[in-house]
């Protein structure tokens, strides 16, 4: 069962870089049938997309966020990872990391698991 | 804003049937997703491509879809269907994603 896991600094400074990393595990995250995506959610409010890798390491990414944004793979390590640049405290968030599938008989995408999210507070 | 709207709080009596709206242009397109969100835990999806249930999801969850509107219907609400529900699909380019504005479920 696949299972995935979030980890990185929970405070970071104004203006500095948000780096987290997504462990995927009971699975490989070269998957030819999935891509992985970043979601993060401030408190009390909802969902936010932030971007997808595929596994051919082709990227798409929140217009709002794509200046800052770099998402990338490291397959040896089957790890997932997100970084977020000039960060301010429009940033405090949960990120989740999640498996995204694209139907096959169907037009659209499902986040099929999701990792439990963790808290990010940007403050100085 | 998002591209995908719905309305911020719904509630149902214990038993009754409820339906949650996503309203988004690109539904005319693609199908959304439904995710059902508790607090303090990770989203999950309840149905996918208009009407499919992923295992373990119970069958008073259906969805629909007509025009630019998709529709989550609960069936007979129980109490440990509060939550909040979020629709989730393509943007209009196609190539990337947005989620509705998400509806709070109050079971009354």
């Known amino acids: 069962q696949v299972q995935l896991q979030e980890s990185g600094p929970g405070l970071v400074k104004p203006s500095q870089t948000l780096s987290l990393t997504c462990t995927v595990s009971g699975g490989s995250i070269s998957s030819g049938s999935y891509y992985w995506s970043w979601i993060r959610q401030p408190a009390g409010k909802g969902l936010e997309w932030i971007g997808r890798i595929y596994p051919s390491g082709s990227t798409n990414y929140n217009p709002s966020l794509q200046s800052r944004v770099t998402i990338s793979v490291d397959t040896s390590k089957n790890q997932l990872s997100l970084k977020l640049s000039s960060v301010t405290a429009a940033d405090t968030a949960v990120y989740f990391c999640a498996r995204g599938l694209v139907g096959s008989t169907w037009r659209g995408d499902a986040f099929d698991i999701w990792g439990q999210g963790t808290m990010v507070t940007v403050s100085s | 804003s998002s591209e995908l709207t719905q309305d911020p709080a719904v509630s149902v009596a214990l038993g009754q049937t409820v339906r949650i709206t996503c309203q988004g242009d690109s539904l005319r397109s693609y199908s959304a997703t439904w995710y059902q969100q508790k607090p303090g835990q990770a989203p999950v999806f309840v149905i996918y491509?208009?009407?499919h249930r992923p295992s373990g999801i119970p069958d008073r969850f259906s969805g629909s879809s007509s025009g630019n509107t998709a529709s989550l219907t609960i069936t007979g609400a129980q109490a440990e269907d509060e939550a909040d529900y979020y629709c989730h699909s393509r943007d209009s380019s196609g190539y990337r994603l947005v989620f509705g504005g998400g509806t709070k479920l109050t079971v009354l």
């Open positions: 491509g208009k009407n």
